[in-house]
């Protein structure tokens, strides 16, 4: 078998091993997300749980409620407690949304690998081994040597280019949704002003709420999608070369933006302003992720093509 045909193959079973080891990562990788949610899931149950019950306190008589409803501190007090309560709500049904579409994923990656019979790569790969070793042999030694090591730079530049193209794909996925959850949310903000400028009335009101449910939608589409971003950016972390380093930290910097504050403040038409400044920032720092990658991608090509070349002045020779 001619050493281009014997490459070919064992690419195509690297590619396939390199994806059965992507997605064991990514099966521990989400099953510690999914973890961290459910502590998310447990401590904002139990904050609310303790809210309810000082909002019972309150409603409840006491001479020292008999004192805050004659000084007015009654209703800034039951007011406070309230949003708070309503943030932890809206945190809670957000981490609960995220575990089941994380539970989701990691079912998705469980059943791919299945499909994945690693034993047979590993001994298909021994026996193009064997054959690649018969075929060096009866070569020149040091020519022999180089295009070895030309072949194994290029199978990994070729699966460096496959992952970023993935990882492309994924932060253009979470820019539509951040641009969807911004636009609702200068929905929810104009019928908010409406609201509180123009009386608005009921139907007004409705409208204004109907926009907040719709927000709340949008911004956890947008989560998710940057989640399922930040989990590629690191397989091309990990798929990093001498040859072709990827730098980390301005790749997955961006996913600490994971709208805590968001669903802490856009509910209130003063602070909906607010929510979209943080989604403009983060649809900003995808952005430049995005042309980061594009431009890792765009060097990867070129170096392809060099590799390419120097194997085809060995085979020319």
């Known amino acids: 078998m001619e050493w281009k045909q014997l490459q070919t193959e064992q690419e195509k079973i690297h590619a396939q091993l390199r994806k059965a080891s992507r997605l064991n990562e990514q099966n521990q990788l989400i099953d510690g997300q999914i973890k961290h949610t459910q502590q998310e899931i447990d401590t904002h149950t139990a904050a609310l749980h303790q809210i309810r019950s000082k909002l019972d306190k309150l409603d409840g008589f006491s001479f020292m409620n008999?004192?805050?409803?004659?000084?007015?501190?009654?209703?800034?007090?039951?007011?406070?407690?309230?949003?708070?309560?309503?943030?932890?709500?809206?945190?809670?049904?957000?981490?609960?949304?995220?575990?089941?579409?994380?539970?989701?994923?990691?079912?998705?990656?469980?059943?791919?690998?299945?499909?994945?019979?690693?034993?047979?790569?590993?001994?298909?790969?021994?026996?193009?081994?064997?054959?690649?070793?018969?075929?060096?042999?009866?070569?020149?030694?040091?020519?022999?040597?180089?295009?070895?090591?030309?072949?194994?730079?290029?199978?990994?530049?070729?699966?460096?280019?496959?992952?970023?193209?993935?990882?492309?794909?994924?932060?253009?996925?979470?820019?539509?949704?951040?641009?969807?959850?911004?636009?609702?949310?200068?929905?929810a903000n104009g019928y908010s002003t409406w609201d509180t400028f123009f009386g608005g009335g009921l139907i007004a009101t409705h409208l204004k709420h109907d926009a907040l449910d719709q927000s709340e939608n949008y911004l956890h589409s947008a989560q998710i999608a940057l989640q399922r971003f930040h989990n590629e950016l690191l397989d091309v972390h990990e798929m990093s070369t001498k040859s072709m380093h990827i730098e980390t930290d301005g790749f997955v910097k961006f996913a600490d933006y994971f709208f805590d504050d968001i669903f802490s403040a856009w509910s209130v038409h003063s602070k909906i302003s607010t929510a979209r400044e943080q989604v403009s920032r983060v649809q900003d720092d995808v952005h430049n992720t995005i042309w980061r990658l594009q431009d890792k991608h765009n060097k990867a090509v070129n170096y392809l093509q060099s590799l390419e070349k120097e194997k085809e002045l060995i085979f020319n020779d």
């Open 66 to 187: 008999m004192i805050r409803t004659w000084t007015g501190q009654q209703d800034e007090l039951r007011a406070e407690k309230i949003d708070k309560a309503a943030v932890l709500e809206l945190k809670l049904n957000e981490a609960k949304k995220m575990q089941n579409d994380l539970a989701e994923d990691n079912v998705q990656v469980m059943n791919q690998l299945a499909q994945i019979d690693e034993n047979a790569l590993q001994q298909s790969l021994q026996q193009v081994y064997l054959k690649k070793k018969k075929y060096l042999q009866i070569h020149d030694a040091a020519q022999a040597e180089r295009l070895e090591h030309l072949a194994h730079e290029e199978m990994l530049t070729k699966q460096l280019i496959r992952e970023i193209k993935e990882a492309e794909e994924a932060g253009e996925v979470a820019l539509t949704r951040l641009g969807q959850a911004a636009a609702s949310l200068h929905s």
